[in-house]
């Protein structure tokens, strides 16, 4: 079956020995690409503790970890020829014998057992992790706090009000 010009980009962006930048309209398959990149890693024997995904949007990575278990689920269940397929599907090249499907059908369990799940996150949930890490080196107090919109929105009003009040004195 011949893949389309997108299908080509998107199956290249999904190899896991190369770097991407995926950046594409709404709908475009960016999921689809770093979920495959990562079934990918995984296939390839990437530690799933070691795998960072970072998305703009709460609700992208939680589609991603939802997809990308999906997948694993049904390689758990399938029989040889239809997980071939599945991997094969995929991009990845090269004949699978018994022990890669083997390997392929515990990704799932492997996934799960992950200490602290796998890293599939917001750009501003790992910021965050990291600050919280690391808050003298960044130079941020230990206890600090994250604003809200709502929070950021009624400060600069505030501080607004503040400036207007001294420059009327």
């Known amino acids: 079956m011949g893949l389309t010009d997108a299908s080509l980009a998107q199956r290249r962006a999904a190899q896991p020995d190369a770097s991407s930048w995926v950046s594409a309209n709404a709908g475009s398959g960016k999921t ?3 979920t495959d990149r990562v079934a990918r890693l995984l296939l390839r024997g990437a530690e799933p503790g070691r795998i960072l995904c970072l998305t703009y949007t ?5 589609e991603m970890q939802t997809r990308l278990f999906r997948t694993l689920g049904e390689w758990a269940m399938m029989p040889d020829a239809e ?3 599945a991997i094969d599907a995929l991009g990845e090249p090269g004949a699978l014998g018994p022990e890669d499907l083997d390997r392929a059908r515990t990704l799932f369990a492997r996934a799960l057992e ?3 799940g796998l ?3 917001t750009i501003h949930a790992f910021c965050d992790g990291l600050l919280r890490h690391f808050p003298l080196e960044a130079g941020v107090a230990p206890q600090f706090a994250v604003l809200d ?3 950021a ?3 600069r009003a505030e501080t607004l009000d503040a400036i ?3 420059h009327d004195e």
């Open 164 to 166: 207007a009040l001294e």
């Open 32 to 34: 689809r690409v770093l």
């Open 119 to 121: 890293k599939i996150q």
């Open 58 to 62: 709460t609700a992208a990575a939680a």
């Open 83 to 85: 997980l071939a397929a």
């Open 114 to 116: 992950t200490p602290g």
């Open 153 to 155: 929105k009624a400060l």
């Open 149 to 151: 919109d709502r929070q």
